[in-house]
């Protein structure tokens, strides 16, 4: 195989990977890593694709040896850091990983519409006094969690219940007033980082009464004109493998055929 096709052979292989992580197909994923692996046996984004996929599967052991092998190709790898926490913290807390609807979550990602920026109907916010809750451990990019109305603030909640902090309090505030009015909405992990989590909340259902009620006010003209910009692809294929560095993408933007944006 030549080197050009060598490189295409790898960016699809690539693309599928992520793809199936993406859509919780945990198994499948950790079959096509090991594949590229075969290949490229020094591939440190297969290594933490391969990592996550485990750890998803409940393989903390294997999940373990992966590690290990980063360790030693890149020492310094930040998604790497970040798996091993959440490894060591799962291992600690093995009642966190057992939970069933947990589990379930972890293997049912948000719907990748979840994904797609649009103005008045969808924004991205950090989740308030999320740094000291476990919770945010065991949820990954791509997860989708609950909006939950208490009065006048909005708790955001992973899929068994557990309280990962709260929307800001204008925000909250506004969204408690539509919830209560009858709008619903979905929403989902765009990352994890020491400073909280970030999600995207999106409308998916306007009460009548509200037609004239925008959820998400643009301060921008520009963001006014109902452009749709899609966050799924290079951004959430980044942020599945819990990576904030742009100089650690997981895969060539040329991968991925969709525009995407940058956080601002």
């Known amino acids: ?26 198994d499948r994923a950790t079959e ?17 694709r391969l990592v996550k996929a485990l750890i998803e599967l ?6 373990r040896a992966v590690l290990n092998q980063v360790s030693e190709v890149a020492p ?8 091993l926490a959440r490894l060591d913290h799962l291992v600690e807390n093995p009642d966190l990983a057992n939970t069933g609807t947990a589990r379930s979550a972890r293997k049912s990602p948000a719907q990748p ?18 740094r000291g809750s476990s919770s ?3 949820v990954s990019p791509s997860d989708p969690v609950v909006l939950f109305r208490d009065k006048n603030t909005i708790d955001i909640r992973t899929l068994d219940g557990e309280v990962l902090g709260q929307v800001e309090p204008k925000m909250g505030n506004r ?38 009620t925008v959820s998400f006010p643009t301060q921008s003209p520009s963001d006014t004109d109902g452009n749709r910009r899609t966050l799924l692809t290079e951004r959430v294929a980044r942020l599945v493998l819990e ?12 991968a991925l055929e969709a525009s995407w944006s940058e956080d601002e």
């Open 175 to 212: 969204l408690a007033r539509l919830i209560g009015g009858g709008n619903k909405y979905s929403a989902a992990v765009l990352a994890i980082s020491e400073d909280g989590v970030s999600i995207m909340i999106r409308e998916t259902f306007k009460h009548p009464s509200l037609h004239n």
């Open 113 to 130: 519409q979840t994904f797609i920026e649009e103005s008045g109907k969808s924004a991205t916010t950090v989740i308030r006094n999320s």
């Open 243 to 254: 990576e904030d560095d742009e100089e650690e993408n997981v895969i060539d933007e040329g």
């Open 32 to 48: 096509v890593n090991k594949a590229i692996l075969e290949l490229f046996p020094s591939d440190v984004d297969a290594m933490n």
């Open 1 to 26: 195989m030549s080197t050009r096709g060598s490189i295409k052979f790898k960016r699809d292989l690539d693309r599928e990977a992520v793809n199936l992580a993406l859509n919780g197909e945990w």
């Open 58 to 63: 409940g393989s903390y052991v294997d999940a």
């Open 136 to 138: 945010r451990f065991h």
């Open 76 to 83: 310094y790898n930040n998604i790497a850091k970040k798996n």
